[in-house]
């Protein structure tokens, strides 16, 4: 059986803007819609799922990004991180 989420569903899940939804369908990096019929449609929620579970993946397994670049940051000033 499959669960079908409709668009604020998926806006909530992925933290993503309707626009930004959209943009990565059409450059196929983001799970394509089912029609519903009509002008309704849903994502299935386990590609929902895997696609943000390969977006986690990718995250972590990458050594820069927003936690790298503040740590070069703190370092090279030799200031203290005293917020996280």
Same mark, same amino acid.
């Given at each position: 059986? =499959?669960?079908? &989420?409709? &668009?604020?569903?998926?806006?909530? %899940?992925?933290? +993503?803007?309707?626009i *930004? !939804?959209?943009?990565?369908?059409? /450059?196929? *990096?983001?799970p394509?819609?089912? %029609?519903? $019929?009509?002008? #309704?449609?849903?994502? +299935?929620? #386990?590609? !929902? /799922?895997?696609?943000?579970?390969?977006?986690?993946? #990718? @995250?972590?397994?990458? @050594? @820069?990004?927003? $936690?790298?670049? +503040?740590? #070069?940051?703190? !370092? %090279? %000033?030799?200031?203290?991180?005293? =917020?996280?």
């Open positions: 059986m =499959h669960t079908i &989420l409709r &668009l604020p569903d998926v806006k909530r %899940s992925t933290g +993503l803007a309707l *930004t !939804i959209y943009l990565r369908i059409t /450059q196929d *990096t983001f394509k819609p089912v %029609s519903l $019929g009509g002008r #309704a449609v849903g994502w +299935l929620e #386990a590609e !929902i /799922q895997e696609w943000l579970q390969r977006r986690i993946e #990718a @995250s972590r397994s990458q @050594s @820069s990004g927003v $936690g790298a670049a +503040l740590g #070069a940051y703190f !370092i %090279s %000033s030799g200031r203290k991180c005293t =917020h996280l």
